[in-house]
């Protein structure tokens, strides 16, 4: 039996370290074994490598199957939208059956103009939510339902069961690449300078690369630049990562909404993205007008939009003014505090539903106690609020 010398095998350990040790350093800084690489090859090597990180979320765009895809839900989307909006116009409203203000479910218990409303509105929510889907799927975000029953059944669903499981949406996962994306567009941008993009008319543009920065930070007059020039599938891609990011701001700032009440916004939002319409985002002064004035409909024991005995609360005005909110506004107000109950009750009348489909609404607060109130505003005085003023589907 052959016994390794101790000795020779202590020397081979000590000269193979001593030969790693040397490899190890002699390596530049930025090349080291787990290290970036912080300079390797020419400039325009970083440059255009840079590029490539920040494009790689919409690397899609230059995939033809893709937008060509992308190109056919957008057309389906537009001619759902046009004839739920025929059907709006003419009518201003439609009517829901009293079953469904409990728990809403399409397709059951209709009433005569119910179900060809129910038709187009559902038909314009199963196209959103598979632009959603193809959007999250290609951006590597997982799908989420704003509705009133979450559920992890698949996306393609029969017209006629699509709203019982709810606007898909990726806001939850939005926030997160918007902050690494937002970091490496700013190294770009270092990169860049004032020299020329490296691939100027690449796919990705350079338009919408800064217009999902733009969004990232709230950058309105940013948004405004990168939209000059920008059309087409980019720019309906833009309205989307807009239109989620009011959805996570919200989730992010409650603004005093409690559960119940932020579900109602969600569901009303996921209503108005369906119809082509810019979602709410909460606004704190908004919100303490609704709860203020559902607590003194349901304390006194009135409803309306007339205070009985407050005068500093009388009229939508004065309740305005108790807040120091300047902007104009619109309000809805019921008898019970039911939450996605009374989206539905509102929108089954003319008057109610005008204010929840308003073009240029952009602020909500729903309040509930033992009645509801809904206000809603179309103040410019914060980023978020003003965030999709240049991207309009209506």
């Given at each position: 039996m ?19 040790f040397?490899?190890?350093?002699s ?138 499981y709810?606007?898909?949406?990726f ?70 990562l ?13 603004c ?20 082509g ?31 009985p005995?407050?005068?500093s ?5 004065d ?22 109950s ?35 505003g179309?103040g ?9 003023d240049d991207?309009?589907?209506?």
């Open positions: 052959n016994v390794p010398d101790p000795r020779r095998a202590s020397a081979v350990a000590v000269a193979l370290a001593a030969v790693l040397i490899v190890f350093v390596l530049p800084a930025g090349r080291r074994p787990g290290g970036l690489v912080v300079r390797a090859g020419s400039a325009d090597a970083e440059l255009e490598r840079a590029r490539t990180r920040v494009a790689a979320p919409f690397d899609f765009l230059a995939d033809a199957k893709v937008t060509s895809r992308l190109e056919q839900l957008f057309a389906a989307h537009d001619t759902a939208l046009e004839s739920a909006w025929e059907w709006l116009d003419d009518r201003e409203s439609y009517p829901i059956p009293a079953k469904a203000y409990t728990g809403w479910r399409p397709g059951s218990d209709v009433q005569p103009g119910h179900d060809e409303m129910e038709l187009r509105v559902s038909r314009a929510v199963a196209t959103n939510n598979e632009i959603v889907s193809l959007l999250a799927k290609r951006m590597k975000m997982r799908p989420d339902s704003v509705g009133a029953r979450l559920t992890r059944k698949p996306l393609r669903l029969p017209v006629s069961k699509v709203h019982e709810g606007m898909v949406t806001a939850s996962a939005l926030p997160r690449m918007l902050d690494k994306y937002g970091e490496q567009w700013m190294e770009y941008r270092e990169r860049l300078g004032d020299t020329p993009p490296p691939q100027a008319e690449a796919t990705p543009s350079e338009d919408f690369l800064a217009g999902v920065a733009a969004i990232s930070r709230l950058d309105l007059e940013a948004l405004d630049e990168a939209l000059f020039d920008l059309e087409g599938t980019e720019r309906r891609v833009l309205w989307y807009a239109a989620n990011r009011i959805l996570a701001w919200n989730e992010e700032n409650p005093g909404h409690q559960k119940t009440e932020a579900e109602a916004v969600r569901v009303l939002n996921g209503y108005r993205i369906a119809l319409l810019r979602p709410l985002a909460h606004h704190p002064k908004v919100y303490e007008m609704a709860s203020d004035y559902a607590e003194q409909m349901s304390t006194l024991g009135f409803m309306g939009h007339e205070h005995s407050d005068e609360r009388r009229t939508l005005s309740r305005a003014d108790r807040v120091d909110y300047v902007n104009q506004l619109g309000e809805n107000c019921s008898g019970v505090s039911a939450g996605q009374n989206i539905w009750r509102w929108r089954s009348d003319a008057g109610h539903h005008l204010v929840m489909i308003q073009d240029q609404a952009t602020e909500i607060g729903i309040g509930l106690t033992s009645r509801g109130v809904l206000n809603t179309n410019t005085d914060r980023p978020v609020t003003r965030l999709m991207l309009r589907l209506r």
